[in-house]
């Protein structure tokens, strides 16, 4: 039996030992960082072998197989030294895929995929399939695979988790869109970040399914460059298509086999351009999974997204306040400020990511009615938007960003926390920024009681 080296000890690698256990693999753990208490004592429970604070490169090119955490890059010294020495190095979804005999939905792209992800599982659930979620949202699949298969599996997958697969081949695998990101990991081509994320169609099949944006430009060029074996299901914001979904402006429409399918907007419970794109993508996806009809609207009306994606925090005084704290790119606060059409307050700023701010100028103009700038370094967003923008104030301070937030609007307007940024100049994460931005709000009180 092979010997399994995992590098990481984060949600994917601890899911990846205790399935490898179950599967009677010896197993050896290492971790650059600090392995918890508690980690540890669920590794000894399981009988791994582990060490922390460095990894141990000798004795991990002993082991047959590597299990890498998709956060470690290839560029890594043990990694490069075991691809050389032709080791094979895989992803903790590549494995647990070996175990798993059910279909599964593979859900990528720059924006949009954990909504839709979260939407797709929700629709199936709720026309009573027996699916599981994973990937990179909530528990690793192979923990959840140590314990209990479904008959469908609906996963996010990011292009770092790509990268380690081999065999993995979804049933119905989407892509709801590519944008410039994370290019740092991949030498700052483009066209690697969208041969990546494409890659997740390497060994699909004929009778498989692929869903796609069909108005976005970087994937059409990556699938110029591919034999496309599935069967292709478009999304589009512009025309009928035969084989996929349409949205109008104000209801969508699905193709699917020989009937039509049609929702009203109003009976969606996302809103916003962007999210018509991951609401068409999941119900083609569901219905693809044999969802019928009825469980997917029911779904929709009442589902729920994950927090920090345009997240409804509260209404007071009229103004709502939303929580787009994972909008960490240009691309992913486009959405967002195009999701609403009354004036609105923004909050932006934070790590800048070599952002071009023009794209967002359209949906700035004589809708922004002022745009406060929470980060240490405001320089280039208040250049950008010094011309736009009737009033621009900075702070540091997120409590004093909600309470000018309140102070510049009034009934029927909007405060949209949407940063385009990354968040680690005065944040742990986007995570902890959305959080600090639901607890100012929470504290507000309303302005009839000052």
Not at 392 to 402: N, Q
Request: with cysteine; glycine share 8%; net charge negative.
């Amino acid at each position: 039996m092979k010997k399994l080296a995992i590098l990481g000890a984060g949600e994917s690698g601890m899911g990846a030992a205790i399935l490898a256990r179950v599967h009677e693999y010896p197993v050896f753990v290492s971790d650059s960082g600090v392995i918890s208490s508690e980690k540890k004592q669920k590794l000894k429970e399981i009988g791994a072998d582990y060490e922390d604070g460095g990894h141990s490169k000798e004795k991990i090119l002993a082991f047959d197989e590597i299990i890498k955490s998709p956060g470690i890059p290839y560029s890594n010294e043990v990694v490069e030294a075991a691809l050389e020495k032709g080791i094979s190095v895989i992803d903790e979804l590549e494995f647990a895929y070996r175990y798993s005999k059910g279909k599964v939905i593979a859900i990528t792209g720059t924006n949009g995929k954990t909504t839709t992800t979260l939407l797709t599982y929700h629709l199936m659930k709720t026309a009573g399939m027996d699916v599981g979620l994973g990937g990179n949202v909530g528990k690793s699949w192979a923990r959840q695979l140590a314990e209990k298969d479904h008959e469908w599996w609906v996963l996010e997958v990011s292009s770092f988790q790509i990268d380690g697969l081999k065999t993995f081949r979804p049933r119905v695998a989407v892509v709801t869109n590519i944008t410039a990101d994370h290019l740092d990991r991949y030498g700052y081509v483009l066209d690697k970040y969208i041969h990546s994320k494409l890659n997740l169609l390497n060994n699909m099949l004929e009778g498989d399914a692929f869903i796609y944006y069909q108005e976005d430009h970087n994937i059409w060029k990556g699938l110029s460059e591919l034999l496309v074996k599935p069967q292709i299901h478009e999304v589009s914001l512009e025309k009928i298509v035969k084989n996929g979904s349409f949205y109008n402006g104000s209801e969508v429409k699905v193709n699917f086999g020989d009937k039509i399918v049609t929702i009203p907007e109003e009976e969606i419970v996302l809103r916003g351009t962007h999210n018509m794109i991951n609401v068409m993508c999941a119900v083609n996806a569901a219905l693809i999974a044999g969802a019928d009809e009825a469980g997917i609207k029911a779904g929709l009306k009442d589902f729920k997204n994950a927090p920090h994606r345009m997240e409804i925090v509260d209404e007071i005084d009229g103004v709502l306040y939303i929580n787009d704290s994972k909008g960490t790119n240009v691309d992913a606060s486009s959405y967002a400020l195009a999701a609403f059409q009354q004036p609105m307050v923004w909050i932006a700023g934070g790590v800048d990511k070599g952002n071009d701010y023009e794209a967002l100028k359209p949906e700035v103009i004589d809708h922004v009615i002022a745009l406060i700038c929470l980060g240490k370094e405001n320089d280039k967003l208040i250049k950008a938007f010094e011309k736009v923008v009737p009033e621009i104030r900075e702070t540091k301070d997120m409590t004093e960003a909600v309470k000018w937030g309140q102070e510049l609007t009034q009934d029927g307007e909007v405060v949209l926390l949407s940063p385009a940024c990354a968040s680690f100049d005065l944040f742990k994460n986007y995570v902890d920024r959305g959080d600090q931005f639901k607890a100012a709000v929470k504290n507000l009180k309303s302005k009839e009681k000052w």
